[in-house]
């Protein structure tokens, strides 16, 4: 899978890259204009490199917690099922264990995001980022 | 303003972020009431809370201030600045404010005011880049300048939140 093209457009045209916008999923095209790299989308979403590394970052947190939600309402779905005696048709004892399994993976995702750090808390300075030698 | 090239240059447009008052408002103070110049402004704000910006500049400013609805002229001595969550841009000597998508995460955003007066003012705009916004208004400068414009930036190191991705050319 590739992000970002081999070689980087010239004298501000665009180039197709791998990514999709982080606000509508739409393609994402990079450009550079005196040293300025920057992304946008086809409806008009912009970014700067570090702007876009941090929408990525948000957009990867938003979706492990989508996870999370969906682990936490399966467990919380055949614990009342159970709880109802609506699960004949998979065995009580079945339910529960997949029950305990599901609040088990959320767990663990909730640990992962906790243990996640942002490429922000490890930059020195401003968080400059910018093409070129220094 | 006239430089020494006899190039006149009547449209101001500024663009802030974080810690950005303050620098506007130094600014504001020194222009003088018979400015016949347009002066547009873009200071990245929370788009749900009213925060009667346009008021609080014109506190500093011996020109009028104010917030333009969506086809008003642009008018000489007048400071306009753009509303929450809508883009301010320049289009036919009259302003458009539309909610068009976030740029560099903003609406209003500092680039769609800065590229809108170098495609309709060329080299009349003066594009002025304050308080770190990210890399929002980099874009919108370098087409300033590329349509013979006036292109300044401050000093990253005078910035109150100094994180706009330089250099300029």
Redesign the interface.
Known sequence: MNGLPEQFPTDGRAAFTGLVCPDCSGNLVVSVRSDHVSFHCRVGHAYGIAELVLAKEGALESAVWRAVFAFEELAVLLADLDRHGLVHWCGPDNCRARSELAQEQANRLRAIIEADRLLAERSPGNGEIRMGPA | MINQDRTVRDTFVLGASAGGIEALAGILKRLPATLSATVGIVLHRSPTFESQLDRLLGRFSALPVGEPADGDPIKAGQVYVAPRDVHMSMHDDRWRLYR??????SRP?I?PLFMSAAASRGRRAVGVLLS?G???G??GL?AIKAANGLSIAQQ?SEAQA??V?????
């Open positions: 068009g998508p976030k740029v560099h995460f955003a680039d770190g990210g890399s929002d980099v874009l370098l990253p100094p994180s991705s330089f250099p300029l050319r």
